[in-house]
T-cell receptor
């Protein structure tokens, strides 16, 4: 398996534009996590899914953020409209079940200007 | 929900010395405690983990100890080397919150040559 695949690796967008980040988890993994990493706030859990169902989205900063997992092999994190303070590295991770190793993708570095 | 606190936030050690990072958790039902290492510009990766049925686990120069009564666990790195310089994150997961994987604030370890 190629591991968790995220796209794009880098994204530069203008304030107000819609941004969509994509993630392909490892095949057979039941859990999928979305994280945001900044110097100030560290590694924040935004939302996670179990068997494609959102379990906890309490980390989503505001209504501008939304996430979906239409099937077991694909998830998206959307920001609409984007703001400069959304600039961060966004990681997706998956794990085969709850209390075991989570494998991270390479991340998407988002810059909103 | 689970709350994980991590100390110290930064740690500078002389090459060859030991480094210790401590974490506390709040949910007594937590039963899985992973540690991740993140090198600069890279993704977090699991380095060691421990489950609640053991008190200590060792893998070469890395060890983790768990005190369930006090609800704290620690990462020990012996004979530190320059390649140990990184950010280390702890986490704790619990069946009571569907294994939500939230991380501590992280510890930046710098090994001085």
């Amino acid at each position: 398996d190629a591991g968790v695949i995220q796209s794009p690796r880098h994204e530069v967008t203008e304030m107000g534009q819609e941004v969509t980040l994509r993630c392909k988890p490892i095949s057979g993994h039941d859990y999928l996590f979305w994280y945001r990493q900044t110097m100030m706030r560290g590694l924040e859990l935004l939302i996670y899914f179990n068997n494609n169902v959102p379990i906890d989205d309490s980390g989503m900063p505001e209504d501008r953020f939304s996430a979906k997992m239409p099937n077991a092999s694909f998830s998206t994190l959307k920001i609409q409209p984007s703001e400069p303070r959304d600039s961060a590295v966004y990681f997706c991770a998956s794990s085969p079940w709850g209390n075991t190793e989570a494998f991270f993708g390479q991340g998407t570095r988002l810059t909103v200007v | 929900g689970e709350n994980v606190e991590q100390h110290p936030s930064t740690l500078s050690v002389q090459e060859g010395d030991s480094a210790v990072i401590k974490c506390t958790y709040s949910d007594s039902a937590s039963n899985y405690f992973p540690w991740y290492k993140q090198e600069l510009g890279k993704r977090p990766q699991l380095i060691i983990d421990i489950r609640s049925n053991v008190g200590e686990k060792k893998d070469q120069r890395i060890a983790v100890t768990l005190n369930k009564t006090a609800k704290h666990f620690s990462l020990h790195i012996t004979e530190t080397q320059p390649e140990d310089s990184a950010v280390y994150f702890c986490a704790a997961t619990s069946p009571s919150n569907d294994y939500k994987l939230s991380f501590g604030a992280g510890t930046t370890v710098t090994v001085r040559a």
